[in-house]
C-alpha cells in the first residue's frame, strides 16, 4: 500500500482533481487546508479581533493550499494518480501547480476500498 500526498498551490482545483483522483481508482481522499512557509511567513493572519467583520476578514487576503492524501493498494494506481493530477493542476515540474509525494505504507487499519 502507498501513502499520496498532493499540496495544491490553486485549491479551485480541488474539485476537478477529487473527481480524476476517484476515476483513477482512489477508493476516498482527505482534504486539508493548508499554508506554505513562505506564504505563512509573508501574511499570517493574526490580527484578526475574536469576533471579525466582513471589513476585518477583507483587509488582507490569505493564499492558501489544499493538502489531498488517500491511501491505495497498489503502484499502477499510484501511477494513475500521479497522470490525472497533473492533467487537472499542470505538470510538477512547473511552478505554482502542486507537490506531489508517495510513501510506502506498511500497515494501515481501517482500510477500506469502495
Known amino acids: 500500500m502507498y501513502l499520496i500526498v498532493l ?3 490553486n485549491p479551485y482545483h480541488c474539485g ?3 473527481q480524476a483522483w476517484e476515476t483513477a481508482g482512489v477508493p476516498g481522499a ?3 487546508d493548508s499554508r506554505g512557509l513562505t506564504r505563512a511567513l509573508k ?3 493574526d490580527d484578526l479581533p475574536l ?3 466582513m471589513d476585518d476578514i477583507m483587509q488582507k487576503d490569505e493564499h492558501r493550499h489544499r493538502t489531498v492524501f488517500s491511501v491505495v493498494r497498489d503502484r499502477e494506481t499510484v501511477e494513475r494518480v500521479k497522470e490525472v493530477s ?3 493542476i499542470g505538470p ?3 511552478a505554482h501547480t502542486g507537490f506531489f509525494f508517495v510513501v510506502p505504507v506498511s500497515e494501515a ?6
Open 109 to 114: 487499519l481501517g482500510f477500506r476500498e469502495s
Open 30 to 32: 482527505t482534504i486539508l
Open 43 to 45: 501574511g499570517f493572519r
Open 86 to 88: 497533473q492533467k487537472v
Open 51 to 53: 469576533m471579525p467583520s
Open 7 to 9: 499540496v495544491i498551490d
Open 16 to 18: 476537478n482533481l477529487l
Open 92 to 94: 510538477f515540474d512547473q
